[in-house]
């Protein structure tokens, strides 16, 4: 599974690249462009959500949070995780996916994986432009982060 954030309509082919192979894409906002989502479903299957910036006709059916379910694992994807409105380990989420920060994170609390892969697209300071991936295994999400050389 690959995840990515905050492409903010730049959606670089080192990006693209390193996605290749993946059988769902997870974006956790700030799109930026349509055109970023439909070159990402050419990869794989993609889920995405609306982030602060999206804003335009295209962005309208984006949802501002969703549950996926992808073998048996529960993703609960969100912009900003200031936003988060549910305990995760008690609605039976194994991993929340957020954006926004720029910042790649990937730490466990109560059970749950939060996840956040950082910016795909423009740099931000000092952050690495970096994505994620997502194994599962055996019933267990095995994440990484993946920096993006330039």
Known sequence: IGILSDTHGLLRPEVEKALKGCRHILHAGDVGDGQVLTRLGRIAPIMAVRGNMDHGSWSNSLPVKEMVEIEG???YILHDLYQLDLDPSAAGIHMVVSGHTHQPKIYQ???VTYLNPGSAGHRRFDYP????TVRIENGAVIPRIIEIDL
């Open 73 to 75: 694992i529960f993703f």
């Open 109 to 111: 609390e109560n059970g």
């Open 129 to 132: 432009v970096s994505i994620a």
